[in-house]
């Protein structure tokens, strides 16, 4: 017997099953539950949060939303998506997109309808995670080449908790599924999906503490089980130039659920994308130089530090290093600079690029080019904003960025090689969740959101379109779920006889 046939008996029964308790797996719930549908949720771990909890909090909201208003900025869904769609291609999902930054204002107010706090403050300097709860970050919108391309808003929108928020987010995401109804099991994991004989997904087939039972959804399955970082297999026959890296991720984002809906023929896309967080300090690189294994600066150093970390993989092998002076090193306050001090230092930029090991003169001349452009307060290079242009005098100091950095409440430094990295890509869904074949129709009965999904994302990606994009497509794939048979009049329990 196929393991995707359904068996004789089913041992439990609900009408919307959600697979994984992340921020979509929650949003999913929520909203399947609020549209009256019997909501289960199964999570192999021992509690929800997965990978969600674990992220710095950043939600990614724009077109005008009351923090914005609050701190002086104008804003709308069409610059909102002019920057997303720089930002995030080539590739970006042009519907999704679209449809996530028309509707990015409510999709702030349901947030804040659960309980989610922001404060009406903006950190305005390069970061990763800010210290304070400031409710509002900038995340490149305000770096070349996306100031010429839409008017810069920040839009990072960050719950009110200082450094990383992942853990309040999820913690009020999940108590508010399970207000409105959901029921939970943990320790449980999917291993493949039942079809009905039409090809349609009535339930699946799931392993607790070595026990092995089959459970009914009558409406359909939701998959947010996460990515496949977690998956060398995987990441060897899709992104290999992931591999070998940190991962980032709770440990479970072992593709489990990409896997088990292309059994049965879905499509995935943008396997190979991944996002890079590079081992440096922002505020570092914004005051002085990032610079290649040839002596060579090779982005905006005060951009989303994300893009300099995918250059960095993607386009120099990681052979990177921020180049600054003791004034540019004393500016950032010392809680801000992680524990990271420079690796090598020297007198001057001839012997600093010897100690390098780069070719000879060649940091020199990158450094009197950089020193003469900056004193005249412009970079027709790379178009640095400037107020971080400042000549860099001797003595002068380097980081390498493979000694790591180690963000706040992390015991052991992460030395690695650099770069930690997560998958971007998915299953195809249609901007409601809906799974697609490989010709393109939906499969009936299965759902898919967060990075479980091929979302918003191109080769691109920005901070908080993780959160933003699981928790609003997690929502529209619930209440499709949830509403599935009721516009055709049909009893939920009207595949029953196909099975």
Same mark, same amino acid.
């Given at each position: 017997m196929s393991?995707?046939?359904?068996?004789d008996?089913?041992?439990l029964?609900?009408?919307v099953?959600?697979?994984?308790?992340?921020?979509?797996?929650?949003?999913?719930?929520?909203?399947?539950?609020?549209?009256?549908?019997?909501?289960?949720?199964?999570?192999?771990?021992g509690?929800?949060?997965?990978?969600?909890?674990?992220?710095?909090?950043e939600i990614?909201?724009?077109?005008?939303?009351?923090?914005?208003?609050a701190?002086?900025?104008?804003?709308?869904?069409?610059?909102m998506?002019?920057?997303?769609r720089?930002a995030?291609?080539p590739?970006?999902?042009e519907?999704?997109l679209?449809?996530?930054?028309?509707?990015?204002? @409510?999709?702030?107010h #349901? &947030?804040?309808?659960?309980?989610? =706090? $922001?404060q009406p403050?903006?950190?305005? *300097? /390069?970061t990763?995670v800010?210290?304070?709860d @400031?409710g509002?970050? #900038? &995340?490149?919108e305000?770096?070349? =080449? $996306?100031?010429?391309?839409?008017?810069? *808003? /920040?839009?990072?929108?960050?719950p009110?908790?200082?450094?990383f928020g992942?853990r309040?987010?999820?913690?009020?995401l999940?108590a508010?599924?399970?207000s409105?109804?959901?029921?939970?099991q943990?320790?449980?994991?999917v291993t493949?999906?039942v079809?009905?004989?039409?090809?349609s997904v009535i339930g699946?087939?799931?392993?607790r503490?070595?026990?092995?039972?089959a459970i009914?959804a009558?409406?359909g399955?939701?998959?947010?089980?996460?990515?496949?970082v977690?998956n060398?297999?995987?990441?060897a026959a899709?992104?290999p130039r992931?591999l070998?890296?940190?991962?980032?991720?709770?440990?479970?984002?072992?593709g489990?659920?990409i896997?088990?809906?292309?059994?049965?023929?879905a499509?995935v896309r943008?396997?190979?994308t991944?996002?890079?967080?590079?081992?440096?300090?922002?505020g570092?690189?914004?005051?002085?130089?990032?610079?290649?294994?040839?002596g060579q600066r090779f982005v905006?150093?005060?951009t989303?530090?994300?893009?300099?970390?995918q250059?960095?993989l993607?386009?120099?092998?990681?052979?990177?290093?921020v180049i600054?002076d003791e004034?540019?090193?004393?500016e950032?306050p010392e809680?801000?600079?992680?524990?990271?001090r420079?690796?090598h230092v020297?007198?001057?930029?001839?012997?600093?690029?010897d100690?390098?090991?780069?070719?000879?003169?060649?940091l020199?001349?990158?450094?009197?080019?950089?020193?003469?452009f900056?004193s005249a307060?412009?970079?027709?290079?790379?178009?640095?904003?400037a107020r971080?242009?400042?000549?860099l005098?001797p003595?002068?100091?380097?980081?390498?960025?493979?000694?790591?950095?180690?963000?706040?409440g992390?015991?052991?430094?992460?030395?690695?090689?650099?770069?930690?990295?997560f998958?971007?890509?998915g299953?195809?869904t249609?901007p409601?969740g809906?799974?697609?074949d490989l010709?393109?129709?939906p499969?009936p009965?299965?759902y898919?959101?967060g990075?479980a999904a091929?979302?918003?994302h191109?080769?691109?990606?920005?901070?908080?379109?993780?959160?933003g994009?699981?928790?609003?497509?997690?929502r529209?794939?619930g209440?499709?779920?949830a509403h599935?048979?009721r516009?055709s009049?049909?009893?939920?329990?009207?595949d029953?006889d196909s099975a």
């Open positions: 393991e995707h046939h359904a068996p008996r089913f041992d029964e609900t009408e099953l959600v697979v994984g308790y992340g921020c979509a797996g929650a949003a999913a719930a929520f909203e399947a539950a609020t549209a009256g549908a019997e909501v289960l949720v199964l999570e192999k771990a509690g929800a949060g997965g990978s969600s909890a674990l992220s710095g909090g990614y909201l724009g077109g005008g939303t009351p923090i914005q208003r701190c002086g900025f104008e804003d709308d869904p069409e610059q998506a002019a920057f997303l720089a995030l291609g590739g970006s999902d519907a999704k679209q449809r996530y930054c028309a509707d990015s204002v @409510d999709h702030f #349901w &947030l804040r309808a659960r309980g989610v =706090p $922001f403050t903006l950190w305005d *300097a /390069p990763w800010p210290p304070t @400031d509002l970050m #900038w &995340l490149g305000n770096s070349w =080449p $996306f100031t010429g391309l839409a008017t810069p *808003a /920040p839009r990072g929108h960050r009110a908790a200082a450094d992942g309040m987010l999820m913690e009020l999940v508010a599924a399970e409105a109804g959901a029921a939970a943990f320790d449980t994991s493949s999906l079809l009905a004989e039409d090809g699946v087939r799931a392993r503490y070595g026990t092995e039972f009914r009558r409406r399955v939701v998959l947010t089980t996460g990515g496949f977690d060398d297999a995987m990441l899709h992104a992931l070998g890296h940190t991962k980032v991720s709770g440990g479970g984002d072992d489990s659920g896997r088990m809906a292309q059994a049965i023929g499509a943008h396997m190979a991944g996002q890079v967080g590079i081992s440096l300090i922002p570092f690189a914004a005051r002085g130089m990032v610079v290649n294994g040839r905006t150093e005060d989303y530090p994300g893009r300099i970390g250059a960095a993607f386009r120099q092998d990681l052979e990177v290093w600054l004034q540019g090193y004393e950032v809680p801000q600079r992680w524990g990271v420079p690796t020297a007198e001057t930029a001839e012997e600093l690029g100690l390098l090991g780069l070719p000879p003169g060649s020199a001349a990158t450094l009197a080019r950089y020193n003469e900056a307060g412009t970079d027709p290079d790379f178009h640095k904003a971080w242009l400042r000549p005098t003595p002068l100091a380097a980081i390498d960025i493979r000694a790591g950095v180690r963000p706040p992390q015991a052991a430094a992460r030395r690695g090689t650099g770069a930690s990295v998958t971007l890509g299953l195809h249609t409601d809906e799974v697609l010709g393109g129709d499969i009965g299965l898919a959101a990075r091929s979302g918003l191109g080769e691109g990606y920005i901070s908080g379109t993780s959160l994009d699981g928790t609003y497509f997690g529209l794939a209440t499709r779920a599935r048979f516009s009049g049909l009893p939920a329990t009207a029953d």
